[in-house]
């Protein structure tokens, strides 16, 4: 008996595709390949998910989970031996508990419906990033996914409060806790999250759900140097009180790529200064959090820590500013993006670009840098374009401009993104051999056989 045929015979007729069956399927975003598998497996709930690996365990075939394929490090790659297992059929929010702030969700909900399940309840999730319509719940939780509101909320990881996850030998582990303080032993949940399909298949999720805001300031500042960015982040920080949602800071070249054709965008302040910051405050009371928000740019102009402010004035305003902070796609108009999402300290990140921009041009010639991200986090997307014939010989070089100072400078290679296939070379960059060591120790306890995502991480 075939893999497909086996697979149907443990998941039924509907819950197994062949090769063939998606051969088309697109194996991603920004991706001009397609689909390679033994078989796609679709289970509707644990128990097929169990099942399935059990299956796969027994008989020594590798397996590749996939969630929304938004990732970009190429996580969830998959090799004609595999069997992926797609979490596209686990879709149901199972429950939505205003009292106790929870969400129970099975793994395949994507973000955003999860987003709009909550609002009627007076509550919101408060994960966000551009992928937000495809990315399922369970791959942000397996990439510990971060996004634009990390500065108040933090990341995928302080929002899990429980989960269930199918193990490398098919068995179940239940930790569904509902509680935001449970310090009972390990934190087993946390082994889980980040670590991008290689220890276990999450299948279920609790989930922490946060009060709605009811008001919502944005702007858009031109600052005039590096410091006065960093001294912008504690002025406006320390001026709102906690309603700080995101700092997200754009370098020049970037803002201008966003504001000018063949980008929709409009500039909302003049183009020709060295820095931008979009800052959102999320609030409780319109009116006051509204002049509060502005009484805090104007003293930040008065201090000259910023040169120009466009302060959104309506619903469309807001919008259409988040839309050029979003605009990541212009990158790829003209050239091929090589796409990165490191961390630094504030205190490095200065002297880290300047070095960077001269190691770039000596190094690869010809080619468009631009720089942005959530600044208040230390997490900056350098993306780095050259003309697509390039693209291959480049690639390796810039990676290695990138990555190769950030040991030195105190940084990380992944802010958000994770390792996948991508960064496995450099992950020794930002973390050290017993760091590493112990990694392998987990994922040998876990996986002895490494059948779960392998060649992943590490
Ligand atoms: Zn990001």
């Known amino acids: 008996m075939d893999t497909v045929e086996a697979l149907r015979a443990v998941v ?15 194996a991603g975003i920004l991706r001009p390949d397609t689909l390679k598998a033994r078989a796609l497996v679709r289970p509707r709930d644990t128990g097929e998910v169990s099942k399935t690996v059990r ?3 027994d008989n020594g075939v590798p397996i590749v989970t996939h969630g929304g394929l938004t990732g970009l490090v190429h996580g969830a790659d998959a090799s004609p031996e595999e069997v992926i297992v797609s979490l596209e059929r686990m879709r149901a929010i199972e429950l939505i508990d205003p009292v106790q702030r929870i969400a129970v969700v099975q793994a395949g909900v994507t973000l955003q419906a999860l987003q709009e399940a909550v609002e009627p309840h007076g509550l919101s999730f408060p994960l966000d990033l551009g992928a937000r319509g495809s990315a399922t719940l369970g791959g942000n939780a397996a990439t510990n996914a971060g996004g634009n509101r990390v500065i108040r909320y933090g990341m ?16 179940i582990l239940s930790s569904m806790n509902r509680l935001i303080k449970n310090n009972a032993g390990y934190d087993l949940k946390q082994v889980f999250v980040g670590s991008e399909g290689t220890l276990g298949i999450i299948t279920r999720l609790v989930l922490r759900l946060r009060e709605k805001p009811s008001s919502q300031d ?3 500042v ?18 709102l009180g906690g309603s700080l949602s995101a700092f997200e800071v ?13 980008a929709r965008g409009k500039p909302p302040v003049g183009q020709d200064h060295p820095y931008y910051v979009l800052i959102e405050s999320l609030g409780a009371n319109p009116k006051p959090d509204s002049e509060r928000f502005v009484a ?20 469309s305003d807001r919008r259409a500013f988040w839309a050029l902070r979003d605009d990541v796609m212009q990158v790829v108009v003209g050239g091929m993006p090589v796409v990165f999402d490191i961390s630094l300290p504030l205190a490095a990140m200065e002297r880290y670009v300047e070095d960077l921009r001269r190691d770039l041009s000596a190094g690869i010639g010809e080619h468009r840098l631009w720089i942005f991200g959530h600044l208040g986090d230390g997490n900056l997307h350098v993306i780095v374009q050259v003309a697509p014939q390039d693209y291959m010989t480049l690639r390796p070089k810039i990676e290695a401009l990138v990555y190769g100072p950030l040991g030195r ?13 991508e960064k496995k070379p450099y992950l020794s960059v930002c973390r050290s051999e017993s760091e590493i060591a112990l990694m392998r120790l987990i994922k040998k306890a876990l996986d002895p056989e490494g059948i779960l995502n392998p060649g992943k991480i590490l």
């Open 156 to 171: 995928m990881r302080d929002m899990v409060l429980g989960l269930e996850v199918v193990l490398a030998d098919g068995s």
């Open 218 to 220: 944005v702007a858009i």
């Open 12 to 26: 039924g007729e509907t819950g197994v595709l062949s090769a063939a069956d998606i051969a088309t399927r697109s």
């Open 55 to 57: 299956w796969c365990h």
């Open 222 to 239: 031109a600052v005039p140097s590096f410091e006065a960015l960093t001294k912008l982040l504690k002025h406006i920080d320390g001026s």
């Open 409 to 421: 400078f105190g940084g990380s290679i992944s802010a958000e993104h994770g390792i996948g296939l």
């Open 296 to 315: 805090a740019l104007e003293s930040a102009l008065e201090a000259k820590l910023i040169s120009d402010a466009a302060v959104a004035q309506s619903e």
């Open 250 to 262: 754009m370098w020049q070249s970037f803002y201008r790529l966003v504001t000018s054709p063949p």
